[in-house]
Every structure is written in structure tokens, then in C-alpha cells.
């Protein structure tokens, strides 16, 4: 149980291209589900928590009109990646919980790298 | 000082060595222990969940939380070349509300030489 499916799971683009990542909770209904960034050698950098029919909270430092999240529903959050540039190139991976203070359950990540 | 220090590694062990990883950390609200593994270019996979001090064993694996001593340990038994890979330690605080914000450790990379 508690399968998480993100995809893609790799995308290479232009640079100033727009890029949608989707994180789906497969068997349990998600709450909150949460983004990470991860560059090599590092750990995991939360980067935002949404909330389903809320608006996400972003970690200082990161920029909401970059990063666009959306929670529509309890199976589904995407992570739009706007006029990526090439310091936006990393592994980017979200997590799914049903329940509060339940453990998190990953997705397989997203690599994505901006020519 | 980071909220949750982890040796980074890498640990180089033969095959069916006991295998022992560790974190400490420094907030004492910290109630949910976490050990995840992460294989190269995958993300990270739930091995073991603790709740507050004592131990915890499934398997091969035993987790161990010491919250008087704000230390927590991994400890694989019979360690296979399959288990290599990325080790994080993870923990939250209690929530009243619908999130439980993990602060994880760098990983301890494991490498099992068959």
C-alpha cells in the first residue's frame, strides 16, 4: 500500500520553457502532500506543503511565482516548473500523507535538466 | 549547528556484516523517527517508523531511538549487496494540524561488497 506515482520521470528542455510535474497518491487519499528538491550528494530540500483546496506554503527562500503548486484534489498535486532556466536542473521529488504525523510516502522523482 | 546530523559516508562493508547507522539531533521536540532508503536516481522508500524512544524491528532491520540521548540508529542484520544504497534519518515534531514537516539527515551512502 501507500504508492505514490510521479511522473514524469525525466524531462529535458529549452531553457524559458514551462515545465508540469504530477505526483499522484495511487491507493490512499493525500491531505498534504509535499515538494523536495535534491541536487547530487544532498539530501532532501523541502521546497512547499500543499494542502488539498489550499493554497501551498512555500519554504523561505523559494519563490511561489516560480514554483507553481496546485492540490486540486486529494489524489493529485502538480508542481509547475515556470520559464525554467538552467539553474532550476534537479532531481525534484514529492510526498504523499494521509494522515497527520504519518510517515511520508515518495514518489520516484523527477529529473529535470534545462538546456 | 543543523537540526539533524548523519555521517555521510560512505560505509564499505562485506556481505552479511552487521551494519550500523546512526543520527543525532538537537531538538528535543522531535517525536517521529524515520528511516528511509534511497537508491541512485529513485526516491526514498520507507524502511522503518518509531514513535518516541524504544525499538523497532522488521526483519533484517532494527531502528533504535535514545530521545535522552537525542540519538537514533539503523541496524541491518545480514547485510546484502542489494542493500546498498543512500540511508536517511528523518524526524518531526507533533502537529496539531495536517502536516508533519520532516527534517532529514545528508544520508549515509552504504555500499556492500559481495
Known amino acids: 500500500g501507500a504508492v505514490v506515482s510521479q511522473h514524469p520521470s525525466r524531462v529535458i528542455c529549452k531553457s524559458g520553457t514551462s515545465v508540469k510535474i504530477e505526483c499522484r497518491s495511487l491507493?490512499?487519499?493525500?491531505?498534504?502532500m509535499f515538494w523536495y528538491r535534491q541536487f547530487p550528494k544532498q539530501s532532501l530540500m523541502l521546497m512547499a506543503t500543499?494542502?488539498?483546496?489550499?493554497?501551498?506554503?512555500?519554504e523561505q527562500g523559494v519563490e511561489k511565482d516560480k514554483f507553481l503548486i496546485n492540490h486540486a484534489s486529494l489524489t493529485l498535486s502538480t508542481l509547475t516548473v515556470t520559464s525554467a532556466h538552467p539553474e532550476d536542473s534537479s532531481f525534484y521529488i514529492c510526498?504523499?500523507?494521509?494522515?497527520?504525523?504519518?510517515?511520508?510516502?515518495f514518489g520516484d522523482g523527477t529529473r529535470l535538466s534545462i538546456l | 549547528q543543523k537540526e539533524v546530523e548523519q555521517d555521510p559516508g560512505p560505509l564499505s562493508v562485506p556481505e552479511g556484516a552487521i551494519v550500523s547507522l546512526n543520527c543525532t539531533y538537537s531538538n528535543s521536540a522531535f517525536q517521529y523517527f524515520m528511516w528511509y532508503r534511497q537508491y541512485s536516481r529513485k526516491g526514498p522508500e520507507l524502511l522503518m517508523y518509531t514513535y518516541s524512544s524504544g525499538n523497532k524491528e522488521d526483519g533484517r532491520f532494527t531502528a533504535q531511538v535514545d530521545k535522552s540521548s537525542k540519538y537514533i540508529s539503523l541496524f541491518i542484520r545480514d547485510s546484502q549487496p542489494s542493500d546498498s544504497a543512500t540511508y536517511l534519518c528523518?524526524?518531526?515534531?507533533?502537529?496539531?494540524?495536517?502536516?508533519?514537516?520532516?527534517?532529514f539527515g545528508t544520508g549515509t551512502l552504504l555500499a556492500v561488497q559481495p
Open positions: 491507493d490512499f487519499q493525500a491531505t498534504t
Open positions: 528523518a524526524m518531526s515534531r507533533v502537529y496539531g494540524g495536517a502536516t508533519n514537516k520532516l527534517i
Open positions: 500543499s494542502n488539498e483546496g489550499s493554497k501551498a506554503t512555500y
Open positions: 510526498s504523499a500523507t494521509g494522515v497527520a504525523n504519518q510517515p511520508q510516502h
